[in-house]
């Protein structure tokens, strides 16, 4: 069992930045993939990131050259840098950890940008 706390969020004007974190319990952290998601009002949740047990990274179309994911083994830890951000990156920001079938979600933390 993996257990999920996000946190850095908050109100921020268009063009700046945020770090989310995501911290996690267990002592396998290392095994699991980590993926940050988002869902905006009255949209689906959409994947953003992802960086795997083995440091590969993934980054969504719409985020890429603005946001940066990274991990911590030893803090067990997985960050979500945010830079230039938009009104439309307005948002729950998700942390997820998946390892084979098995997979947990955080709480969300909001993100909002304002204009």
């Known amino acids: 069992q993996v257990q999920l706390a996000e946190s850095g969020g908050g109100l921020v004007q268009a063009g700046g930045s945020l770090r989310l974190s995501c911290a996690a319990s267990g002592r396998t952290f290392s095994n699991y993939n980590m993926q940050w998601l988002r869902q905006a009002p009255g949209k689906e949740r959409e994947f953003v990131a992802l960086?795997?047990?083995?440091?590969?990274?993934a980054i969504a179309d719409s985020v890429r050259g603005r946001f940066t994911i990274s991990r911590d083994n030893v803090r067990n830890t997985v960050s979500l840098q945010m830079n230039s951000l938009k009104p439309e990156d307005t948002a729950v920001y998700y942390c997820?950890?998946?390892?084979?079938?098995?997979?947990?979600w955080g709480q969300g933390t909001q993100v909002t940008v304002s204009s």
């Open positions: 960086i795997t047990r083995n440091n590969n990274t």
């Open positions: 997820r950890a998946s390892s084979g079938s098995n997979a947990y």
